[in-house]
C-alpha cells in the first residue's frame, strides 16, 4: 500500500502546478508587459519586479519545493518516513494553489482585469 503513495502525491502536485501555469499563463495575457508586480511575500506594498520574472517565480517556487519533497520522499527508507512525506506533500500542494489564487487575485485587481471565482 505504502508502494502506491508517492505516485498519488505526485498526481496531486502535477494537477496543482498545471492549476498554477494555467492561472500564470491567462493573466499574463491580461497584464502589460512593462508591469511590475509585488510578490506574495513583499506585504502588498514591498518590492515589484518585473511581469514575466514574476511569473517565473510563481511557477518555480513551488516546482522547485515539489521537487525536494520528491527526492526526500524517494529517498524515505523507513515506511514511516514515507508516510511522513505524503502527508507533507498532500498538506503544502494545496497551500502552494490556494496562496497563488490569493495573489493573482490582488494581482488582477490591481491591473482591472477580472479575478478568479472563489
Wanted: contains cysteine.
Amino acid at each position: 500500500m505504502l508502494a502506491i503513495l508517492p505516485y498519488v502525491a505526485d498526481a496531486l502536485w502535477i494537477l496543482v502546478m498545471a492549476a498554477i501555469a494555467s492561472t500564470c499563463r491567462s493573466a499574463m495575457q491580461q497584464i502589460p508587459k512593462d508591469a511590475r508586480i509585488a510578490m506574495p511575500w513583499s506585504g502588498g506594498g514591498g518590492r515589484q519586479i518585473p511581469r514575466d520574472a514574476a511569473m517565473a517565480m510563481a511557477i518555480g517556487v513551488p516546482f522547485v519545493f515539489g521537487l525536494i519533497l520528491l527526492a526526500v520522499g524517494r529517498l524515505a527508507d523507513a515506511p514511516d518516513k514515507v508516510l511522513i512525506v505524503f502527508l507533507a506533500r498532500l498538506a503544502t500542494a494545496p497551500v502552494f494553489a490556494l496562496v497563488h489564487i490569493g495573489w493573482l487575485r490582488g494581482v488582477m485587481e490591481d491591473f482591472g482585469g477580472p479575478t478568479p471565482r472563489r
